[in-house]
């Protein structure tokens, strides 16, 4: 080889690698990561795609965009399945764009949004937006082949739609921990509300799902614990769990017998049910403290040995996050750090903040 098709390959490396995001570890597995990104009020967003998925295998990385509707105009002309919008509905404030919580069902990622449920298929096109006036700002959703399971979160409610959007079933949870109906939620369309406030919401402020059989999970924010409603018997409980360390709770995915959660400021807590005895005991939480302290965190997906979560990106920070990477035993495996050239897509004000939201 000669000197100058040495220094080719070496720039082409460099170039290549620059191009990258920033990685300290390689996955020899997929990577899925939500995102979503904040303009002021005053940014003219236009109709264009927003990038809002980020997919990592090995030393390959690659963003995919999508189209969000904001306004009831904006509805028209996409594969919307379920409701479209009655009137116009104006959304003068806090212009936020991404995808949310994320549930893999065979070939297709769902994914959530702040006025629907995105179906993604394996290739990351879009098939088809599931969209009615309850599905707003879902936070984490769950899907199986015949529903939908998304949470109201600022009025504390679990909204169960079907594939076509319509809604089939619904449950409020109050502050007692009893189920109702709350036929005042059919007065609002709630994806023309609840974006336009800032802060947590609702009693619990539910944020992730999972279904086990007849039980519907939700991990409740300000409680720090689980609350659990049964679909069969129109029931309610919490499932509280044993900290020894002061959390806030955000995320979670159960798998086996073992809990797995986020906090956000930086801790993997795990826990599983012990038997006290004569003592009442059950979820007992195991601690995995993150290399470093992150501004924001949340997010978790486990694959085999390996915890990632979303690092970074609360309100005011750098415009990056990161996916951390730490094994089930505490040891730090790694992060992959994200950052993206908005003015690629036609934006000339930078955003506000960009943050990371779910895994799988």
Known sequence: MTIRGFLHGVHSWIYRELSQPRKTFVPDFDIITSFVCGFSDTANIGHVPIPALWH???????????????????????????????????????????????????????????????????????????????????????????????????????????????????????????????DSLDRYDWRFISKQYRGGKGFF?????????????????????????????????????????????????????????????????????IDGGLYNRGLCADYIRLRRKPNWCRGIAIKGDVALTAVDGKYGSNLAFGIHAVSLSGKYIGEIRFSYDYSKIGIKQKPLYLTGFDIV
């Open 205 to 273: 402020h539910f944020n992730y799902i999972q279904k086990h059989g007849d039980e519907i999970l939700l991990t409740s924010r300000n409680l720090g614990s689980l609350v659990v409603i049964d679909i069969k018997s129109r029931s309610c409980h919490l499932e509280p769990i044993n900290l020894a360390s002061q959390t806030l709770l955000h995320d979670g995915v159960k798998i086996n017998d073992k809990y797995y959660f986020t906090s956000v400021d930086g801790q993997i807590i795990i826990a599983e049910n």
């Open 56 to 182: 990592v295998r090995g030393r390959e990385s690659h963003v995919y965009s999508y189209p969000f509707p904001r306004n009831t105009s904006d509805f028209h002309g996409l594969p919307i399945k379920g409701e479209m919008p009655g009137k116009e509905e104006p959304f003068k404030d806090r212009p936020r764009f991404g995808l949310t919580g994320l549930c893999k069902l065979g070939d297709y990622i769902f994914a959530g949004s702040w006025n629907g449920v995105y179906k993604i298929a394996k290739d990351f096109t879009l098939e088809s937006i599931i969209s009615n006036h309850l599905i707003s700002d879902p936070h984490g959703i769950y899907c199986d082949n015949d529903f939908i399971y998304t949470c109201l979160t600022c009025k504390d409610a679990l909204i169960i739609s079907d594939h076509e959007g319509r809604i089939v079933d619904r449950f409020s949870v109050g502050k007692d921990l009893k189920l109702y109906i709350d």
